[in-house]
């Protein structure tokens, strides 16, 4: 059953400290995003990635962190420099993101963070 | 920043009524995406625009893209509880981050029975 994975579903993290989400995909996309969403907000932006090993930051980069050592992970790190880092948050994939990235984006069942 | 607007932000309807949600654009979109998240859910997609003036249906649901490539709209034509959801529209601007959609903030439509 492909598809995209997010775990876990609910995290809660104590102030301070630093979180990492998962985000897995078996559909073999080449192109990787993390988005927050936010009440009220649309979808934002936090890092792309459109092939292994290379990653860009997208509007709202800072605090945060990736790595794309696989064609299937793009783990994405909440750190303490995030000022405010409670939200839901998106892992999403496309086929491709070239060509001004006409292919549309295949979302994961988010993480709800709060941090206390 | 280069920003999508999107309204209403907010749509409530008595079942059967129609339901239409706006976008739009300052500058020129090279193509227009439309997501529907349903409440607790994840975006799913649902089309995509690409040509100046292209209108597409799939069923109920009408969507436009304006001649100037720089408005859309989603239109719902006898809305069913199962419309119940956020509608969000997301652009890509021309010359613009090749990962880079922006998405409008969203219309969240509420359906009563």
């Known amino acids: 059953d492909g598809g995209i994975t997010q775990s876990p579903k609910y995290l809660f993290r104590k102030e301070g400290q630093n979180v990492t989400l998962s985000c897995e995909q078996n559909l073999n996309h080449d192109a990787m995003y993390w988005y927050r969403q936010d009440p009220g907000q649309g979808l934002r932006l936090i890092y792309y990635?459109?092939?292994?090993?290379?990653?860009q930051k997208g509007d709202i980069a800072e605090g945060y962190s990736v790595s794309r050592e696989k064609k299937e992970s793009f783990p994405l790190t909440v750190t303490s420099a995030q000022k405010n880092p409670t939200a839901f948050y998106l892992c999403?994939?496309?086929?491709?993101?070239?060509?001004?990235?006409?292919?549309?984006?295949?979302f994961g069942p988010g993480t709800r963070l709060t941090v206390l | 920043g280069q920003q999508v607007m999107q309204i209403p932000q907010y749509q409530h309807v008595q079942e059967g009524e129609d339901f239409t949600t706006y976008c739009n654009s300052s500058t020129t979109l090279s193509n227009i995406q439309w997501y529907k998240q349903r409440p607790g859910g994840h975006p799913v997609f649902l089309i995509q625009?690409?040509?100046?003036?292209e209108v597409k249906k799939q069923k109920r649901l009408t969507f436009q893209f304006g001649e100037a490539k720089k408005n859309s709209s989603l239109h719902i034509t006898a809305t069913q509880t199962t419309d119940v959801g956020t509608y969000f529209c997301a652009g890509r601007v021309y010359g613009g981050s090749q990962g880079n959609l922006i998405f409008g903030k969203g219309t969240k439509l509420s359906v009563k029975p």
């Open positions: 999403a994939s496309s086929i491709r993101a070239g060509l001004a990235g006409y292919n549309e984006q295949f």
């Open positions: 990635s459109q092939i292994v090993n290379d990653f």
């Open positions: 625009l690409v040509k100046s003036g």
